[in-house]
């Protein structure tokens, strides 16, 4: 059957199964037959740009040699949500700088402090990172910092780097952030928010798959947020992403996920410190 509206056959549920199988099996994400309609509406941008007209072939594509090194990146960015707000979980961000940070600059040899947005989407987390790091610098003004902001999509990556929003995205964000970190675009046509330029030199953006064996950071962190997307995951893949952070993180840095989301494998030494915060422990070798 061919949808009147994109002139595309609509998606067959053997078609949706093979899609299906490969997020869980290479991705971690379960998605439920219920979600056929949306997988559909996701990838049919796909389907135009490469001019497709049916699922099935489609899916040859994606599953071809050329595919796999071409096509998987875009098939991923289609399906995962990208969702992120300025100041979500603010919880968090009081404990990092109430916390946090001053556990970090009180630690000697530490004169410059880096943290990591792993799962940064279009930048609001990382920018809120550093719009409380600068709060923090005002009663510390010889602390540096270094923010890297990573995501599997280069699209969302560069929205981050532009760090140009639709100006009511940034309603969460405090009078006193707004005037201190923020500009507000000149055409009220199109009313948008933009962070400045002192916040923007200290993020830089990064294309990583967290789902990969090892990541290509050569340097650790002494503070990791990864909130929100573990829950998207199998438990095998959410161990294989502990590690790799595990690995990437500073010895006693602090590891924070979302609300919903635990440690609940106590093979990897982090120790609890707040709602979803860790600290990193060192591992215990036996004799």
């Not at 799962?119 to 600068?134: D, L, P, R, V």
């Not at 990541?215 to 438990?235: C, E, G, P, T």
Request: aromatic letters at 12%; charged letters at 30%.
């Amino acid at each position: 059957m061919i949808s009147s509206i994109s002139g595309v056959e609509k998606m067959s549920m053997d078609t949706f199964c093979r899609f299906r199988d490969f997020i869980q099996g290479h991705i971690g994400i379960s998605i439920p037959d219920a979600k056929k309609v949306m997988v559909e509406s996701r990838l049919l941008r796909r389907l135009k740009a490469l001019k497709l007209y049916d699922y099935s072939i489609y899916a040859d594509y994606l599953f071809s040699t050329e595919g796999q090194h071409l096509e998987v990146p875009r098939f991923i960015e289609c399906i995962t949500t990208n969702k992120t707000d300025f100041f979500r979980e603010i919880e968090h961000f009081i404990f990092l700088n109430e916390i946090a940070l001053p556990e970090i600059t009180g630690r000697t040899g530490i004169s410059e402090i880096r943290l990591w947005s792993g799962a940064s989407s279009t930048g609001e987390e990382a920018y809120t990172m550093a719009m409380f790091i600068e709060e923090f610098k005002l009663t510390k003004p010889d602390v540096t910092y270094k923010i890297l902001a990573t995501d599997i999509s280069e699209k969302v990556l560069d929205i981050g780097r532009k760090a140009i929003y639709p100006l009511d995205s940034g309603e969460p964000i405090p009078t006193r952030f707004k005037k201190r970190y923020c500009l507000k675009g000149r055409d009220e046509s199109n009313p948008t928010l933009r962070i400045k330029k002192e916040l923007r030199r200290h993020v830089s953006f990064k294309s990583i798959n967290l789902t990969d064996d090892s990541y290509q950071i050569k340097k650790s962190y002494h503070i990791i947020f990864l909130r929100n997307v573990m829950i998207y995951f199998n438990k095998d893949i959410q161990k294989g992403i502990l590690n790799n952070l595990y690995k990437h993180l500073h010895p006693e840095g602090f590891l924070f996920l979302g609300h919903s989301e635990n440690i609940p494998d106590h093979t990897i030494p982090f120790k609890r410190v707040g709602p979803s915060i860790y600290v990193k422990k060192e591992k215990i070798i036996s004799e």
